[in-house]
């Protein structure tokens, strides 16, 4: 691929599928198996921007760079970390929207590894199930921490809910700011992204609204 085209793909947030690119072998290593090996691709990124490595101050900093990496930013691209969603019998029959609104948004843009800061609100229409409402906090949280693109964050959440849930009726809108935008390229300081999926219900305009005017949205 030419460098045109690579900076193209990224300034445009392109992204190929719902499903985050991963590797067939993506899990064959342990987590300090990986922290090892990114410690030592880290250190040489800061050899060759030219950072002296002995320094009390530096020397530490590949080692922490990898563990943040594995165990904290990108924690989100393994299976084993997601949150169990359990869900209850509706047994109360409650019928109306159940809005969860300004989860934080702390993720990682995959096209520049620079951070995507926000917040997401969440809102379904329960049919024969409902869910604890930390769940919904804990699973933007799960797909958040992986490198991703903003759409495609989205439509994750919304997808794994409506499975969960067994209702189309789930609405996931995301405000966000994208540090590649205000930091390089650019450099728009004040603009954020919006991204909103939705099905069931929530595809007749009057949900939508209600939904929005619940959020303090400006329609």
């Excluded at 987590?31 to 530096?58: C, H, P, R, V, W």
């Excluded at 922490?64 to 990108?74: H, I, N, Q």
């Amino acid at each position: 691929m030419d460098k045109d085209n690579i900076e193209f793909l990224g300034d445009n947030h392109i992204a190929s599928s719902i499903e985050t690119p991963l590797r067939s072998d993506a899990f064959e290593k342990s987590d300090d198996e990986k922290i090892a090996n990114i410690q030592i691709y880290f250190q040489k990124i800061m050899e060759e921007l030219g950072l002296d490595i002995t320094d009390d101050s530096l020397s530490g900093t590949p080692y922490r760079v990898a563990k943040m990496y594995v165990k904290e930013l990108f924690y989100g691209l393994d299976p084993k970390n997601k949150p169990r969603l359990s869900t209850f019998d509706n047994k109360y029959g409650y019928k109306k929207m159940l809005i969860e609104q300004n989860i934080t948004i702390d993720s990682s843009c995959e096209h520049h590894f620079l951070p995507i800061t926000g917040f997401a609100h969440v809102a379904y229409i329960p049919e024969d199930k409902v869910i604890g409402l930390s769940k919904l906090n804990r699973l933007v949280d799960y797909y958040a921490h992986r490198p991703q693109v903003q759409e495609r964050l989205c439509l994750q959440i919304l997808k794994d809910l409506q499975e969960v849930l067994k209702t189309k009726s789930v609405i996931v809108m995301i405000n966000a700011k994208h540090l590649c935008v205000s930091s390089r390229g650019i450099k728009d300081k004040s603009s954020f992204t919006t991204s909103i999926e939705y099905g069931g219900h929530f595809e007749d305009k009057a949900y939508r609204d209600e939904f929005l005017n619940a959020i303090n949205y400006e329609v």
